[in-house]
C-alpha cells in the first residue's frame, strides 16, 4: 500500500522560507517523477512543481520560479519544497504527489506526468502566509 505524508507547513510572515517535506512508502521511490500541489481558498488545485525520477529535471509553476526549490532524496524517499521569499498569495494547503496524473491543471507534461500514472496523493500540509 502506498503512503505519501507531508508535513513541514505552519504559519509565517510574508517574505519568510519553509521547508515541506513528503516522505513516500510502499514503492520504489526512484522508480517515479514527483510533483508537489497546492490549493489556494476558493481555487483549484494546481501545480507547483514536479521533479523526474533521478531529479536530473525539474520544472515550476511561473509565480513560484526563483522562490521554491523542490529536491529528492532517493535513498531516503522523500521530496522536498523549500519555499523562500513567501508571499500572502502563497497561503494554501500543499499536497505531494508520487507519480502524478492529470487530474489538475499542471504545466510539467509529460516531463512529469506519464500515459497510466501512479497518482499517489498525502492528505497536504497547510502553509499560511500573513502580511
Known amino acids: 500500500q502506498v503512503q505519501v505524508v507531508e508535513s513541514g507547513g505552519g504559519s509565517v510572515q510574508a517574505g519568510e522560507s519553509l521547508k515541506l517535506t513528503c516522505t513516500v512508502s510502499?514503492?520504489?521511490?526512484?522508480?517515479?517523477?514527483m510533483a508537489w500541489f497546492r490549493q489556494i481558498p476558493g481555487k483549484e488545485r494546481e501545480g507547483v512543481s514536479c521533479i523526474t525520477w533521478s531529479g536530473s529535471y525539474t520544472y515550476y509553476a511561473p509565480s513560484m520560479k526563483g522562490r521554491f526549490t523542490i529536491s529528492r532524496d532517493n535513498e531516503k524517499n522523500t521530496l522536498y519544497l523549500e519555499m523562500n521569499n513567501l508571499k500572502p498569495e502563497d497561503t494554501g494547503m500543499y499536497y505531494c504527489a508520487a507519480d502524478p496524473g492529470h487530474r489538475y491543471t499542471a504545466g510539467w507534461g509529460s516531463l512529469c506526468s506519464g500515459l497510466n500514472p501512479l497518482d499517489a496523493w498525502g492528505q497536504g500540509t497547510l502553509v499560511t502566509v500573513s502580511s
Open positions: 510502499g514503492l520504489t521511490f526512484d522508480n517515479y517523477a
